[in-house]
């Protein structure tokens, strides 16, 4: 929250004061609440963990500095990012495939999220902060722009990666047992809803009381983002970029 909230705030303060004329602000399409349909910037706000309610709750407090056209403050929320520069979104995914600890597909087997690849996402809020929009000011969904190409099948998504990465890892421990049993990624093995926001709340009360222990900050090895890209779709629609000449995908179709 200092970062997502206070920081992004002052940041945005100190823009202002410095004559800056525009301000992207980075959010997250994960405020969202769930939805099987592509929702629009206007859509209800359901965030499902700390990061998702931090970004949402920095949205409206850079949004408070809004003054066009003397400051104009836009945000950009991405999708689940995907790519070979990605340490997030599908980089949770395929951490957890690599390292022995989701080895199976979600419990949905239809279910899609929303997703844009990493060379794309710095490039939208380049063409955001370029472009002469004229926006109603009203609220934080007034200047915001989602960032996704198509949704794409998770378990498809899934079953692409696993085939591609070795197994080497036993539950975040390498063994040489991984490969001889062929321990990981599983297509017929299906993980329900349930079992996986277990095994999240299970990480991440291991990791907070290790870190009663520890100077340094250990971070959960089943990060709660991570979880909720495997049980909650995100779908988000990208027809307002679109309508006003920001095109925030090329590697997939817009």
């Known amino acids: 929250r200092e970062i997502n909230v206070a920081g992004a705030e002052r940041v945005a303060e100190a823009a202002s004061d410095c004559g800056a004329r525009r301000m992207v602000h980075w959010s997250t399409g994960s405020i969202y609440a769930p939805s099987a349909e592509p929702l629009p910037e206007t859509a209800p706000k359901a965030p499902g963990d700390a990061y998702a309610r931090s970004k949402l709750e920095g949205e409206r407090a850079v949004f408070a500095l ?3 056209p003397r400051f104009s403050v836009f945000s950009v929320r991405p999708a689940m990012v995907a790519g070979v520069l990605s340490r997030y979104g599908s980089g949770l995914v ?3 495939m690599h390292e022995g600890y989701l080895v199976g597909p979600p419990q949905k087997r239809a279910m899609t999220t929303a997703i844009v690849n990493a060379r794309d996402v710095a490039s939208c809020a380049y063409l955001v902060a370029r472009a002469n929009l004229d926006l109603p000011g009203g ?4 200047v915001a722009f989602n960032a ?10 899934m079953r692409r ?8 890892h036993i539950l975040g421990v390498r063994s040489k047992l991984a490969e001889v049993i062929s321990f990981g990624y599983q297509d017929r093995m299906r993980l329900p809803d349930k079992f996986v926001n277990l095994v999240g709340l299970a990480s991440r009360a291991v990791t907070n009381a290790l870190n009663h222990c520890r100077f340094d900050r250990l971070q959960p090895k089943v990060p709660p983002e991570a979880v909720n890209y495997l049980t909650r779709p995100y779908n988000m629609s990208n027809a307002k970029a679109r309508e006003h000449g920001v095109r925030c995908c090329t590697v997939h179709k817009c």
């Open 66 to 68: 809004n003054d066009p």
């Open 94 to 96: 395929m951490n957890l």
């Open 148 to 157: 996704s190409a198509d949704p794409v099948n998770v378990e498809e998504m």
């Open 161 to 168: 990666i696993g085939f591609l990465l070795p197994r080497r």
């Open 139 to 142: 609220s934080p969904d007034d």
